[in-house]
């Protein structure tokens, strides 16, 4: 069944090429479907297309499938083209001819609009949701290991004493940042497609701002031409906030590789959360962290990828749009997994508390020693110059007493500052209000 289908039958090959993965990729939609279409019959209802009986009807039979489909019970048949039709056909089985009047006033078009911006939203919030879980645990460990000094590097060189506070807490400031690169494209995504239909509105009296209250849409997309252009800008957007997160967890699980092999011995993992070699008996390979960097450097090329299928698109749909699904989709599952992994990891952490001891990092030091003079009254460049020679002509001796108090160094990391911007961040989607709207929709 197809939706636009008349007297002609597709051929067989164009129709699986055309349907290509769409069945596969709109089973994450289908409970989005049904609260736009709950939203929509009521709103078609309050212009006068649908009687009161029809509605109660329609609705309650649109719950019934939603509760399929929450419930594993849902599946889009195989002649059927993809979630939409599955639901119409459903409807009109079950109810008879008040399920063929839902489609009045919208296209397959807006309806594929704000099923993606619903299942986006639900998404994001789970993303965001652990990004909030892996950012305390980098808080509570920066705090736990304030007091631990260990190398910091310049160039892959020893440069300067750092600490697994900092470490730990730089890395929970980034995902402030990329917190903010999810909440510019929520703000994008949380506006109403419904009721720009093809992309030119309708000539039925639609109220678009009924339906955006429904759904919980912070406001619509006001002009019908720009809702339909919206599609792939959402997306583009959406990945980029995404691989700002990606981009966080590959780097520190980069750093973990590095500072986990003999060489730096800076952290330790268990066993078993290691693999082993099939010939070096020895090996504790980093695996899990291997992979963690390896997915998330592929998601930093989704908008790229997004970019180069939407860029040089006029005005209007296009079925080039079908295909940002089978990129962006999989995406969000293999974030959350490498968010999930990235918290197990971090829950088994292990830190070396001795590093500073071996003599080989003795010049990260050079610069206490340089600041020491110039607080005696040395000028710094004088300073720097004395401490170069003793360092060439082997009379240079540390001073591994840090005092770093500045705000954001070792001793004064500022992270209750840090916490407060995320809370503002992450306050700002408000997940709780969105949930509500939906809970209603469907009790």
Partial sequence: MKLWQKNTTVDQAVDAFTVGQDRAMDMNLAPFDVLGSLAHTQMLQQIGLLTTD???????????????????QFQIEEEVEDIHSQIELL?????????????AGRSRNDQVLVDLKLYFRHEIEEVVQQVQAVFETFQQLSNQHKTILMPGYTHLQVAMPSSFGLWFGAYAESLVDDLEMMLAAWKVVNKNPLGSAAGYGSSFPLDRQLTTDLLGFQCM???????????GKSERLLAQGISSIAATLGKWAMDCCL???QNYNFIHFPDHLTTGSSIMPHKKNPDVLELIRARCNKIQALPNEIALMTTNLPAGYHRDLQLLKENLFPAFTSLKECLAMTQLMLNNIEVNTAILNDPKYDYLFSVEVVNALVLEGVPFREAYKQIGLAIEGGTYKPDKNVHHTHQGSI?????????????TVYQSFGFEQIKDKLVRLVL
């Fill in 54 to 72: 029809e509605l109660a009807v329609i609705q309650k039979e649109l719950k019934t499938i939603y509760g399929e489909i929450i419930n594993g």
């Fill in 91 to 103: 409807l009109t089985r079950r109810i008879g001819e008040a399920g063929k009047k839902i489609h």
């Fill in 221 to 231: 997309n006001y002009n019908v031409v720009y809702a339909q252009m919206g599609r």
């Fill in 259 to 261: 500072y986990m092999s």
């Fill in 411 to 423: 001793g004064n990391l500022m992270n209750e500052e840090i916490k407060k911007e995320f809370n």
